[in-house]
Nanobody, 124 residues
Framework: QVQLVESGGGSVQAGGSLRLSCVASGYTYVPFSMGWFRQAPGKEREGVARADRDGSTSYADSVKGRFTISRDNAKGTLYLQMNSLKPEDTAMYYC??????????????????WGQGTQVTVSS
């Protein structure tokens, strides 16, 4: 059973930066695709960014140019560097992983595994 553990959340003022980490464990082969989602109070969960083992990445329009997703496959770790943070970035951020290549899991939010989440709060 794969486990995902996030860290790096916290409180920051608008314009600041945070770096989230997600460590995967318990896998035989490092998941092909990993990503970050977020959910703000009273809002639906949304996909933030995705990174596949082959190096491809994708971002939500709302974070393009501000957030950078990366992964260290040798360590089974996913990162999200968040710069120029805005109050609207305030949310619980979740790491997710899908074992195999799939065009659907990120859009449908149906990964094989979810992390427990880490809170990010941006004050104005």
């Amino acid at each position: 059973q794969v486990q995902l553990v996030e860290s790096g959340g916290g409180s920051v003022q608008a314009g600041g930066s945070l770096r989230l980490s997600c460590v995967a464990s318990g896998y035989t082969y490092v998941p092909f695709s990993m990503g970050w989602f977020r959910q703000a109070p009273g809002k639906e969960r949304e996909g933030v960014a995705r990174a596949d083992r082959d190096g491809s990445t994708s971002y939500a329009d709302s974070v393009k140019g501000r957030f950078t997703i990366s992964r260290d496959n040798a360590k089974g770790t996913l990162y999200l560097q968040m710069n120029s943070l805005k109050p609207e970035d305030t949310a619980m951020y979740y790491c997710a992983a899908n074992q195999y290549r799939s065009d659907d899991w990120f859009l449908r939010q149906t990964p094989n595994w979810w992390g427990q989440g880490t809170q990010v709060t941006v004050s104005s």
